[in-house]
């Protein structure tokens, strides 16, 4: 049985203001987009592109076709998701994109395939409610809603 565990608006927020001084400060790339996982990375996404004033783009289709026009590196892709469990949607994502880098706010602790950035972690009997699937805590930061 899962067990429920509600992630508040104010550590999502505090966690998001940890990844934008975490990749302000990544100085081996510079992101020109941020691929966000669908469904769940779209949040993260639209809140880090906002702050962040980097693209977004929400199909690996639009992401690459993005690359071509504007002649950038694979590396220059930023890569977002809620929660990252086996792996399996990450393993399928870095092969092509090898050397992005892969940011998640959630990673269950046996996970295969590990994003480069997590910062919570989880196990196998957690549920994660986050703060858009929780109508009490659902609201608007910077015009995005969460």
């Given amino acids: 049985m899962k ?3 509600n992630y508040t608006k104010k550590k ?5 203001e940890s990844i934008i001084r975490f990749i302000e400060n990544f100085e081996t790339q510079k992101f020109r987009v941020i691929y966000a996982v669908p469904r769940g990375g779209v949040h993260l996404g639209k809140l880090l592109s906002n702050r962040l004033k ?4 929400t199909s690996l289709n639009d992401v690459l ?10 590396d220059n892709v930023l890569i977002v998701d ?4 086996t792996g399996k949607t990450l393993l399928k994502i ?3 994109f090898p050397d992005s880098l892969f940011i998640s706010l959630w990673r269950n602790n046996t996970c295969n395939f590990p994003p480069n950035m ?3 972690l989880s196990n196998d009997n957690d549920w994660i409610v986050f703060p858009w ?5 659902e609201t608007k930061v910077n015009g995005t809603k969460i």
Avoid: F, G, M, P
């Fill in 94 to 96: 870095r092969q092509d």
């Fill in 12 to 16: 999502y927020l505090k966690d998001v």
């Fill in 3 to 5: 067990i429920k565990r």
């Fill in 118 to 120: 997590s910062l919570n």
């Fill in 54 to 57: 980097i693209e977004l783009k």
């Fill in 133 to 137: 699937e929780d109508k009490k805590e």
């Fill in 65 to 74: 076709c993005h690359i071509i026009k504007h002649k950038i590196q694979k």
């Fill in 82 to 85: 809620d929660i990252v469990d």
